[in-house]
Nanobody
Framework: QVQLVESGGGLVQAGGSLRLSCAAS????????VGWYRQTPGAQRELVAR???????NYADSVKDRFTISRDNAKKMVYLQMNSLKPEDTAVYYC????????WGQGTQVTVSS
């Protein structure tokens, strides 16, 4: 199993930047694919970005060229650098780890004001 704790959310103006961090503990972190998802009230949780064990990344079309996901296996950390933020990026952001099962953090709120 792996435990995940997100941090770095907050309030930012449109056009600004934030960096989300996810600290993992527990099992062998490097063997998990990890990603960031987001959810707004009444909507389904959606994939934002994902990075697999080999370092291959994929992004939602809505965040391509603005967001960058990275991982540091030695520190058991996952990051999401978010630039050029838009009001529609407002959501609760969740860190996810996947290997046979899905593990989730508690979420961190990101609010982008116009």
């Amino acid at each position: 199993q792996v435990q995940l704790v997100e941090s770095g959310g907050g309030l930012v103006q449109a056009g600004g930047s934030l960096r989300l961090s996810c600290a993992a503990s527990g099992s062998i972190f490097s063997t998990y694919a990890v990603g960031w998802y987001r959810q707004t009230p009444g909507a389904q949780r959606e994939l934002v970005a994902r990075i697999n064990t080999g370092g291959t990344t994929n992004y939602a079309d809505s965040v391509k060229d603005r967001f960058t996901i990275s991982r540091d296996n030695a520190k058991k950390m996952v990051y999401l650098q978010m630039n050029s933020l838009k009001p529609e990026d407002t959501a609760v952001y969740y860190c996810n780890a996947h290997r046979w099962s899905d593990y989730w953090g508690q979420g961190t709120q990101v609010t982008v004001s116009s």
